[in-house]
């Protein structure tokens, strides 16, 4: 077997994201995930087996740092929302979540320390192709509103088929009148008081 020495600039791309995986807290699938690549081809970046772009390294080391800051600040991620809304044990749970996560991207937003970041890294389905939609446009919203591009997992799609959630006081008819007309283009239909907080 032959073995290939690697050049020192490799050894340290390939420290630099062992380092960016251990502050991101979530595993390499998650992070993989997270950054826009698949498992396997973030293993090669790590074994030095492939060397990605210089854009590629300083987007993991922020984004990962930024995890790292909203985990010791007990404030929801992009990625942590997701998985809270899909593991919700029932759909007033995943809802209770979803706006949770959407208000720590708000405070996230105001320290304007980088830590918004945290919101880059590109979420897991939730399981529900609503949810999945009303997370981006939610969160691209709360970018838009603080001045902030908006990353691009953010662009939510019009859904094929209306989403009317069940409401426990209004009827359908009621909920689509309520809902606001940037959600009514995406076929999504909650009711604007119903976003308002956690």
């Known amino acids: 077997m032959w073995s290939v020495k690697l050049d020192q600039d490799t050894r340290e791309v390939m420290a630099l994201l062992d380092a960016a995986l251990a502050d991101s807290g979530l595993t390499q699938v998650e992070f993989a995930a997270a950054l826009g690549t698949s498992a396997s081809r973030f293993s090669t970046y790590r074994s030095g087996g492939t ?11 922020r984004i990962a740092r930024a995890l790292a800051v909203a985990r010791a600040s007990r404030l929801m991620s ?7 809304v899909r593991t919700a044990d029932n759909e007033e749970w995943a809802w209770r979540m979803l706006l949770q996560g ?17 919101w880059e890294a590109v979420p897991a389905a939730t399981g ?6 009303l997370l981006a446009v939610l969160a ?9 591009e908006p990353p691009t997992w953010c662009e939510p799609t019009r859904l094929p088929q209306p989403w009317v959630p069940e409401h426990p006081f209004l009827d359908r008819e009621e909920i689509i009148t309520r809902t606001p007309d940037y959600l009514k283009k995406l076929n999504i239909f909650v009711p604007a008081r119903d976003l308002v907080t956690a």
């Open 128 to 133: 529900s192709a609503g949810f999945d939609a």
């Open 78 to 84: 992009a990625p942590a929302t997701a998985k809270a």
């Open 51 to 61: 060397k990605p772009a210089a854009v590629f390294c300083f987007r993991a080391r």
């Open 102 to 118: 959407r208000d720590h991207l708000r405070l996230l937003l105001e320290r304007r320390d980088g830590s918004a970041a945290a």
């Open 140 to 148: 691209r919203r709360e970018f838009e509103r603080a001045g902030v």
